[in-house]
């Protein structure tokens, strides 16, 4: 990534943190949303807290990467997999991170050549595809779970009819 872009990131990262995360929590219902939005403390609102520490880590290691950026996407990615969303809207948070830089370089004037917006989305690709992979393993082991609770209901009301 250019300096231009880091730069941009690095001055608007509170900016940017911010309309992302009011992003991510306009996808829950009017009531949730109300409550999740107004709640700051992180044990009475742990979807926020989640959601908010792992969007800073993402922005603060979006260049460089490594162990504390993947552990924030899968850090999000179960957050949103215990969701009601369909993975698609779960997902699109990685794709908003687009637009909100986009919007904020219009709004500073700041302009990035072609070659420098194809390296960035390519890196919100992968880390989209990255994240989406973590969703999935999180949304397979609820499954799993809910098919093993199934499984041992069924098996004490055999074993009570004695059968």
Known sequence: M???????IEQNKEWILKKWLNRRLALFSKQKHSLIAAQMDQFQNPIRHEIFEGLKVILDNFETKGE???ESLDQISRVLAIQDFPPSRAMSLFYELKEIIQERAKKTGVSFGHKEWVEFNSRVEKMTLEAFDSYIGHR???YQLKVDESKNKAFMLLKKARL
């Open 2 to 8: 250019t300096n231009s872009m880091k730069s941009l």
């Open 68 to 70: 504390k950026f993947t």
């Open 140 to 142: 397979e082991t609820i």
